[in-house]
């Protein structure tokens, strides 16, 4: 039976834009490193109207500490938006500051290492960043971004943009009276030939009704 080694293999790429070595802070609680990092923005990180284009450049601006448990990491990050208005539908493109702070605590403490489930943890003295970034960015992203903060939207009848024109407007009939005019635009029926409609069989009907008499 094969030997299994008893060191754990990391799942995080060295490599990654995202994953920060921590091996220069030692270990020793008070140690500290700040950092200025440009990395490419991964993808699907935006929510359904606005988000950081794949591969944008995210600017950050890291400290990192080192404490009894772990290294907290706190910074900011400065992402490029891009989305499309809620309201009229026209694209958006500007710029977001996200705060954020994190502690990743050593594999070895809290109770032999058993952290909780929803505590972020170190591997190899690596940490990824990701879900960091992506909780600080996504839950403070507007769901219904707007181009500007008084748009007034597309019309609902036609679907023009009202910014363009702030007296556009339909005229609508009263209900009450949409009987009366289809009435009105109704053509008056043309009288039966040989004269006005109320001579003929009337007639005929009185002269009938005179010789009985």
């Keep these: 039976m094969p030997h299994e080694s008893r060191i754990p293999l990391t799942r995080l790429d060295p490599n990654a834009p995202l994953v920060l070595d921590t091996r220069a802070l030692s270990r020793q609680p008070g140690s500290s490193r700040e950092m200025r990092l440009s990395v490419p923005a991964p993808e699907d990180f935006g929510v ?17 500490e080192a404490v009894l448990e772990g290294v907290l990491v706190t910074g900011t990050a400065t992402v490029p938006l891009e989305g499309e208005c809620a309201r009229c539908l026209d694209p958006i493109a500007s710029s977001f500051e996200a705060d954020f702070q994190e502690l990743f605590v050593y594999p070895d403490t809290r109770s032999g290492g058993n952290a909780e489930d929803d505590e972020l943890r170190l591997e190899d003295d690596l940490i990824d960043l990701e879900p960091v970034l992506r909780d600080a960015v996504l839950l403070a992203l507007p769901l219904s971004p707007l181009c500007r903060d008084d748009c007034p939207g597309l019309c609902a009848e036609c679907g023009a943009r009202l910014a363009d024109d702030p007296d556009h407007h339909h005229d609508v ?14 053509p008056s029926p043309e009288p039966p030939e040989g004269g006005r409609g109320d001579s003929g069989p009337r007639g005929s009907v009185d002269q009938q009704g005179k010789q009985e008499g």
């Design 48 to 64: 359904e109207m606005v988000g950081v284009p794949e591969g944008a450049a995210i600017e950050l601006d890291l400290r990192l």
């Design 173 to 186: 009939a009263d209900p009450r009276w949409a009987a009366l005019q289809d009435l009105a635009g109704e």
